[in-house]
Nanobody
Framework: QVQLVESGGGLVQPGMSLRLSCVVS????????MGWYRQAPGKQRELVAG???????NYTDSVKGRFTISRDNAKRTVYLQMNSLKPEDTAVYYC??????????????WGQGTQVTVSS
């Protein structure tokens, strides 16, 4: 069974940085496109950033220039470096593999996520 373990969240002030990690176990990792998603209270889960197995990256417009997604296939880990955080980045952040070619469809069951709160 695939297990996704996200970590690295916390409470930070606006303008600060966080680095999220997601370790994948129970499945081949390197062949999949991986994404970071987030869900804020009362909102639907959205894709924040994605990285393919060929290391092509894409970002939602609101985080371009501030967030960077990366992956380490040897460690079966995907990262999200978040800089210049804003209050609107507050959400629970999740990782998952892309199902097929649609970033809005996740391949595996969701993990527990990691809470990011940006507040002064």
């Amino acid at each position: 069974q695939v297990q996704l373990v996200e970590s690295g969240g916390g409470l930070v002030q606006p303008g600060m940085s966080l680095r999220l990690s997601c370790v994948v176990s129970g499945s081949i990792f390197s062949i999949y496109a991986m994404g970071w998603y987030r869900q804020a209270p009362g909102k639907q889960r959205e894709l924040v950033a994605g990285i393919t197995n060929g290391f092509n990256r894409n970002y939602t417009d609101s985080v371009k220039g501030r967030f960077t997604i990366s992956r380490d296939n040897a460690k079966r880990t995907v990262y999200l470096q978040m800089n210049s955080l804003k209050p609107e980045d507050t959400a629970v952040y999740y990782c998952n593999a892309r199902l097929g070619s649609n970033w809005l469809t996740a391949k595996w069951d969701w993990g527990q996520g990691t809470q990011v709160t940006v507040s002064s």
